[in-house]
């Protein structure tokens, strides 16, 4: 059974930075996709960043919203996925989640993913 462990949220004022971490227990992915999601109160779940990986290859993927601001990265070693968000502003305000599954996936999709951590809050304050 995979546990991922979110950590790094909380309150920011806009213009500011965290970084989010996603460390994942186990089982270690030789080839997996691993994705940020976010979601606000009366909204859906969204994608935000993923990152997915082979043996050969590493390749990232982020939402229009996240371009420019995020970035996703991983730390094979210490079984950690990264989100680092600069720039932040109010409307990235949500519960933000990792989500993990093992092979190469569709990475916006909730359903392609098969776990999910508990969720850290990132507030931006205007």
């Known amino acids: 059974q995979v546990q991922l462990i979110e950590s790094g949220g909380g309150l920011v004022q806009a213009g500011g930075s965290l970084r989010l971490s996603c460390t994942a227990s186990?089982?270690?992915?030789?080839?997996?996709?691993m994705g940020w999601f976010r979601q606000a109160p009366g909204k859906e779940r969204e994608f935000v960043a993923a990152?997915?990986?082979?043996?050969?290859?590493?390749?990232?993927y982020y939402a229009d919203s996240a371009k420019g601001r995020f970035t996703i990265s991983r730390d094979n070693a210490k079984n950690t996925v990264y989100l680092q968000m600069n720039s932040l502003k109010p409307e990235d305000t949500a519960v933000y989640y990792c989500?993990?599954?093992?092979?190469?996936?569709?990475?916006?999709?909730?359903?392609?993913?098969?776990?999910w951590g508990q969720g850290t809050q990132v507030t931006v304050s205007s």
């Open positions: 990152i997915r990986w082979s043996v050969t290859s590493t390749y990232t």
């Open positions: 989500a993990a599954r093992s092979g190469i996936v569709p990475t916006s999709p909730t359903a392609s993913y098969d776990y």
């Open positions: 186990g089982r270690t992915f030789s080839s997996a996709t």
